[in-house]
C-alpha cells in the first residue's frame, strides 16, 4: 500500500511565509486563514505544509524543520541565491530569513524562511559523514576532515573552528606545513563568513609565513580562492 508524507512546518504570518516559498519557485497550492492558518507548497514533485504557530514563537528558536533530497544539490543552490538576492537586495546569509553557503563539493544546504523553519536540501547520493574525521587519516589531516563535516553537513561554523584550534595546539608542531596552511584557511573561510575581514586578513598572513611548495601552494591557493568567492557572495 502507497503511502505520502508531508512535513508539517510553522505557518507564522502565512501570507508573507507562502511568499516566501513562490521566491524559491514553489507554487501555492491551498491557503487558508481563517478558522485557524493553514498553507501549502509544492514544487518538483514534493508538498511543505504550514500550520499554526504558537503565538509565542521566537523565529531564532523555531526549531522545526525537514529534509529535501534532490538529484543534484548545486543548481538549486544557485536558484536559490539568484532569486533571494532578487528580493531581498542581496543575499540573506545571516539572521532570518537566510540561505547558507555552498562550496565545491558540498552536498546539501540550509533554508531559513521568516518563521525560522528550516529546509535543508540534500544529494540523494551524499555519503554518510564520517564523524570525527575519516578514519583512514592522520592527525591534523584528520581533523580537518572533521571539521569538514562539521561545516558542510551540519553547518557549525563554531564546532569546526573549536575542533581546529585544538588540532592546532595538539598537532601543528609535528603536522606537515600544507596541513597547517588549510587549517588556517579553513578558519579564514570562516571567519569571511561571519563577516570578520580583520581576522581573514591575519590568518592569510600567516599562510604566507608558511614555508610551502609549489605544489602545496597551488592547493592552500585553491582554499583561499573559496574564501574570496565567499566574501564576494556575501557582498552580493
Known amino acids: 500500500m502507497a503511502a505520502t508524507s508531508v512535513p508539517m512546518l510553522w505557518g507564522g504570518n502565512l501570507p508573507e511565509t507562502l511568499d516566501f516559498y513562490r521566491t524559491l519557485g514553489y507554487t501555492v497550492t491551498y491557503e487558508q486563514t481563517r478558522p485557524y492558518t493553514y498553507g501549502a507548497v509544492h514544487r ?22 525537514c529534509l529535501v533530497l534532490v538529484d543534484e544539490v548545486e543548481p538549486w543552490h544557485t536558484e536559490f541565491t539568484a532569486a ?10 545571516r539572521g532570518i530569513p537566510r540561505i547558507t553557503r555552498f562550496r565545491p563539493g558540498q552536498t546539501r544546504f540550509t533554508v531559513v524562511d521568516p518563521v525560522g523553519n528550516t529546509v535543508i536540501y540534500i544529494q540523494r547520493d551524499e555519503p554518510d559523514p564520517d564523524y570525527g574525521g575519516s578514519k583512514e587519516l592522520q ?20 564546532a569546526a573552528v573549536r575542533v581546529i584550534d585544538t588540532g592546532l595546539r595538539r598537532h601543528g608542531a609535528t603536522a606537515a606545513a ?14 569571511a563568513a561571519a563577516d570578520d575581514s580583520v581576522r581573514v586578513a591575519q590568518l592569510i598572513a600567516e599562510i604566507e609565513l608558511l614555508d610551502l611548495s609549489a605544489d602545496d601552494r597551488a592547493v592552500v591557493v585553491a582554499e583561499l580562492d573559496i574564501v574570496a568567492e565567499l566574501q564576494r557572495w556575501l557582498a552580493r
Open 44 to 65: 518538483s514533485g514534493f508538498d511543505l505544509h504550514f500550520g499554526p504557530t504558537p503565538k509565542d514563537l521566537d523565529a531564532q528558536q523555531a526549531n522545526i524543520g
Open 139 to 158: 592527525g591534523l589531516a584528520r581533523v580537518l576532515d572533521n571539521a569538514r563535516v562539521l561545516r558542510d553537513s551540519k553547518n557549525d561554523d563554531a
Open 178 to 191: 600544507v596541513d597547517r596552511a588549510r587549517a588556517l584557511a579553513m578558519l579564514a573561510e570562516i571567519a
Open 84 to 93: 533571494l538576492r532578487t528580493r531581498y537586495g542581496k543575499i540573506p546569509a
